[in-house]
């Protein structure tokens, strides 16, 4: 759902069924095409381990990244979080894996920008960019907060 600033509901999005169990979700306005969602998946369902491009309009999937658990590009293991810059890049917050990923705007793999075995200190949970300093930043398991210059 989206919210104004007094807390009125003024557009709700239904994902539609097969989408189940979504741990968060972004609206991107910026390369991805408009009116899409990335959607961050955990471990209930079929879907399980995946970020998918939902449509705002319908709920439909259009494609995903991921969906079984494993340490290798292409795979997610518990992405808890995701943040999306202006450019369409997403950062996941790949929990179990202990590090951040980075997917193109098409959700093709990018690379790792932290991870446990350097910039991080334990498990990242949450991801927030900050677009005008470019900076990202990580809410790790412990507590911590790591700041990530882009």
């Not at 292409?74 to 995701?82: A, E, K, Q, S, T």
């Not at 950062?91 to 991080?120: K, M, Y």
């Amino acid at each position: 759902m989206e919210f104004d600033g007094l807390g009125n509901c003024i557009r709700k999005v239904v994902l539609a069924e097969g989408i189940l169990w979504s741990w968060h979700a972004v609206e991107v306005r910026t390369s991805i095409p408009q009116g899409q969602y990335v959607v961050c998946h955990g471990y209930y369902d079929e879907h399980n381990h995946c970020l998918s491009l939902v449509g705002a309009a319908d709920g439909r999937k259009f494609c995903s990244y991921g969906g079984i658990s494993g340490a290798a590009a292409g795979l997610l293991n518990v992405p808890y979080h995701l943040a999306v810059d202006l450019d369409g890049y997403i950062f996941v917050a790949d929990h179990h894996n202990g590090r951040v990923v980075v997917l193109s705007p098409g959700l093709g793999f990018i690379g790792c920008i932290a991870s446990q075995n350097s910039e991080l200190k334990s498990r990242p949970r949450r991801l927030c960019f900050d677009v005008k300093l470019q900076l990202l930043y990580v809410g790790e398991d412990e507590g911590n907060l790591v700041v990530l210059k882009l």
